[in-house]
Every structure is written in C-alpha cells, then in structure tokens.
C-alpha cells in the first residue's frame, strides 16, 4: 500500500531561520512525488512536482528535492508570510488516473 | 492552472439531512475528483467523476452515502446523504491540470459542521 509520512508535524522558526520538511514515501514505483501549500480555510495550492531521484526545483524562498525514499522541503530564510501547512503526496504508477496519497502535513510557523 | 470555485463555502447542518456541494471549473477538464479532508488527517479521495459515467468510489466510500453528479465538463456535485457528526470535514473538489493529467489543483473547500 502507498504511503506517505511527513515529519515534523510543526514547526516554528524565526524569520530568516533556514530549515527543511521531510517527506518519506513507500510507492509500488513513483510516477510523481508533489508539494502543496494549504493555508487555512483554502485548498491546497500546488508547488512543485518532481519525478525522478536528484531532481530538483526552486520557487523563491523554497527548493524540493527527491531521493528513492523521501523528498526535502527546503525553506531558506522564511518570512512570516511562509507561514502554512505543508502537504506532500505521491502518485504510483500505472495506467491511466493514479490516485495521489497524502502525508498529513507539516504546520509551519515563522515569527517575525 | 484551472480556477475551481466551490459552494458553499461553508455550512453547519442538522443530522439526517443531506447537503449537496456544487464544484465549478474555467474550463473543461475529462476528471474532476472529491476529497475529504477530516481534521488531523491527510486528504482522502472519495471518488472519480468523469462526465458521461458512474463516478468511481474509493474503498471505504459508497455511492448511497455520496453520491456524485458529473452533468458535462465544467461542473461537478458532491452530495453528502444522512449526515452524522462524523461527517464533520473539509470536502475539498479536484481537478488534474488539463493538459497534462498529473498535478492536481483544488477548490478552495467546503468546511462541513453536522451537529
């Protein structure tokens, strides 16, 4: 069975406190790992997505890297407005729709 | 990316009444899918709608309890029948990036009381 599990579920920094969430994932072959930001009372908002081992991608203050079993939120000198939870999920291979799977998140505070 | 309104936003509903959630898209999209979000917890798919078809429930999930419209490609309902507290969540709407059928973009939710 697919799985997803984000760690830490909070965190608070201080504004410029560089930092990183972490996603681990157990997938019968990935097809695509994704970030999503969700503030609250919205729906996620899509980020990233990465689709094989040592890619990367970069969106201003935040950087998503892939390994075989788990993916890095980087987040380099948050700013209050970073302030949000952070979903991870992963899509398995396979014909057709493949459903996404979902971490639980990591709430992020940054204090100014 | 495709903007998705919801509605209603929000609501607080008695138990054993349904509600039915109405989904909205800019443009036509083959898939559209419905998600729970309970508090805590990750994003669940309830179903897969496509247009012209029975909309495909996960495990878990059934047609009675749930039952899902799909009337053409730009619109999407989700009812939720026979409500009980645990129904109490955010049920959020979804479609794959048209063009492209892997990311995913969502509607902004609808948080759900049942008292």
């Known amino acids: 069975e697919d799985q997803v599990t984000q760690s830490p579920e909070a965190l608070r920094l201080q504004e410029g406190e560089s930092s990183s969430l972490n996603c681990s994932y157990t997938?019968?072959?990935?097809?695509?790992l994704f970030w999503y930001r969700q503030d609250p009372g919205k729906g996620p908002e899509f980020l990233f997505t990465?689709?094989?081992a040592g890619e990367e991608k970069e969106k201003e203050r935040l950087k998503a890297t892939l390994t075989k079993k788990e993916s890095f939120l980087h987040i380099t000198a948050p700013k209050p407005e970073d302030s949000a939870t952070y979903l991870c999920a992963v899509q398995a291979l396979g014909t057709g729709f493949q459903k996404l799977v979902f971490g639980t998140g990591t709430r992020l505070l940054v204090s100014p | 990316s495709a903007v998705i309104s919801q509605k209603p936003s929000r609501d607080i509903c008695q138990r054993g009444t349904s509600l039915t959630i109405q989904c909205q898209v800019d443009s036509q999209v083959t898939m559209m899918f419905w998600y729970r979000q309970q508090p805590g917890q990750s994003l669940t798919l309830i179903a897969t709608a496509n247009q012209g078809s029975e909309a495909t429930y996960e495990s878990g999930f059934v047609i009675d309890k749930f039952p899902i419209s799909r009337p053409n490609l730009t619109f999407s309902t989700l009812t939720v029948s026979n409500m009980s507290p645990e129904d109490s969540s955010i049920y959020l709407c979804s479609v794959a990036s048209p063009g492209r059928g892997t990311e995913a973009f969502f509607g902004q939710g609808t948080r759900l009381t049942v008292v």
């Open positions: 997938v019968s072959g990935l097809r695509g």
């Open positions: 990465l689709y094989s």
